[in-house]
């Protein structure tokens, strides 16, 4: 059977991904980026890096951050 894992909802990185905090044991908290199956959520901006070549700045898609905002006051801090 597949294990179950629990944590707390940190961040909420966009429309369909999280940050999950797991438990302290003797050091920081793991974390995982969860990102939700089937959720296709307008990507945020992005700012181009300039230490990868051919890195280009992109601008939010409609909606990106309402779609953000949402979950992340659904999740932020739950289990």
Do not use: H, Y
């Amino acid at each position: 059977s597949p294990q179950m894992n629990r944590g707390i909802v940190k961040q909420v990185l966009s429309g369909d991904s999280v940050i999950i905090r797991g438990q302290p044991r003797g050091g920081p908290p793991p974390e995982r980026q969860l990102c939700l199956s089937n959720v296709n959520a307008p990507k945020l901006a992005r700012r181009s890096n300039p230490n990868v070549e051919g890195s280009v700045e992109t601008r939010d898609e409609p909606f990106a951050w309402e779609a953000r905002e949402f979950l992340r006051k659904k999740l932020i801090g739950k289990e």
